[in-house]
């Protein structure tokens, strides 16, 4: 196994960094490597913005869900869908892209592009020894992460991303088994076999909260999907997009 | 530099692959290293369905128009957002998860996490000295994949992923200069500077196409997407997603 493998399989999320802060040529890396991702036929529909300013931190970490690790990191990046440089092309090109701009199709493929970017921006901070954790909780209010970074149309706040020198590395938490998510040829829909698939992760995922070395508890993964699922949350977000000029297809 | 950001430095699509399989341990740590990406509150919201079955893949080329490179490759895999086990947590668990797996939140989260992962795999891919090419292609008729895959509901297949030995590797593409795409604490939206950037870039551009080895043309990025973006494409695709109970939200 190579080195490249062993930092993929050796990933988990850091959620509390030393005060030490990255860079300009860590930076520089993170994000050079991040534009290097595959885009799709070549779009290139993201921006990411770094945000240092520690008010402007602070708010994020409010929005998040009181994340000190928001705060405290060596550097913080906003991640965002992108396809305003794109309507600034139609102006230019006296094209008419809005409609296609405003299709799920585009939506999609602004997601994943800035989904890919990101990853990249993750392997390689990795590689340097710094730790990271993706900050979903900024889309608990993307209208607000809007105005505080003063982010124009067609622009989505996706998620953050954390990355520092990690303080403190906690386990692994073991995945879904390989053959549950990889089918071969056939999707194998069978809702009994999975059920039992499941039930085996449960004891699998049982035994880790069990066992590990802080934060124990009694749960299982798929008690604490039920949980979670049935309290439906950010219903904002289908307005967002919308206002922002997403998903507006009919 | 290290060895990991070399690899991430050093990618670019490759559309011309021996026809040398890939190994069951490579497939293996490719979908290990896919799967130890993060996931959104541990949702592992994704399926990777590996297709070796040549009338099917030969299907999947047709879809994605004709793209010999789906055909012939060391393996190829459709990568799928998929929230279908967590209905069948719904059922295990009695929750009602429903109205949440329809929200639009959900449908970022499980798009998100798939591309992290799909990521994961092309890194761990190129980091064995395989070659890489992303597929959107599959998004020309999602039904017709998911008629050919056999995907039940709550499953989207987003893009494919060929992998192989690389038989003709191209050159790299410059990306937008790092200053477009990364901003600090504010999104520099105004229209005039982009558009200075997005000209010095289409220099760029002009000359990476007429200088380049194989396929010389003479183009720009911004004459690129305007063309692209003055047709809309996958109408269907919104259709699509809420036929698999995706974005039904009000």
Redesign the interface.
Known sequence: ?????E???N?R?VRSFTDETLTDEQI??I???A????T?????A????????PE?KARLAEIAGNQQYVIDNGHFFVF?A?L???E??????E???N???E???KL??A??DV??A???A???A???GLG???I?GI?NDMFAVKEL????ER?LP??GLAIGVPEHVEGQ?P??P?E????????V?D?EQ??QE?DAYDATIHDYYAARGSNQRSDT???????????????D??DF?KTQGY?K?N
């Open positions: 196994m190579n080195q490249v493998i930092t993929l399989l990933h999320s520089r890396l994000v050079e490597s534009q290097r991702a595959s799709s036929s070549f779009i290139q993201y921006s990411i913005i770094g945000v240092t300013d402007k965002c992108d305003y440089r794109h600034l092309i139609g102006e230019l090109r094209a008419e892209v409609a296609t701009l299709t799920d199709e999609l493929v997601v994943i989904a890919l990101s990853q990249n993750v392997v390689a990795e590689s340097m990271i954790c993706y979903g889309r970074l003063g982010l124009p622009v996706l998620f938490k995945r879904l390989l549950h998510i990889y089918h071969e040829n056939t999707y829909a809702a999975l059920k499941l993964w798929t008690g604490q999907m039920g949980r979670m699922l049935s309290k439906p949350t950010r219903l977000v289908k997009l998903s297809q």
